[in-house]
């Protein structure tokens, strides 16, 4: 899991890449689905995360065609209990991809001004 308070899509217009931020409407944290890795690299142990994603929903699919997994808290306590590939794959099948973040769970704000370039 990767626990969050929002995250960004950039929408592109023409040239320009427009930045967008997805929170909860209450300011909460919450958590995506992830994995973590840990292997040898060249002798060296190095540590990887992914976030998965999935389809956008109906606030997301405006600015981008995919958007994070988001974890409902059962399913995050699972996620963190049963962390072998066939459960993943189970889940991910038959549940968070139909689920993940329903209408009304997400806001978007423009953060365009905020940044620095």
Known sequence: ???A???WEWETVGKKKIPWKFTRPDG???CMAG???RWINQGEPLETFTIITTSSNGLVSPVHDR???I???DVAEQWLERPDAGFLRSIADDFLIK???PAGSLRVESVQA???F
């Open 1 to 3: 899991m990767v626990p």
């Open 5 to 7: 308070d929002g995250f």
């Open 28 to 30: 909460e944290g919450f």
């Open 35 to 37: 994995l973590w890795e």
């Open 67 to 69: 958007m994070p997994v």
């Open 71 to 73: 974890l409902t808290p």
């Open 99 to 101: 689920t993940s973040a």
């Open 114 to 116: 905020e940044l620095k």
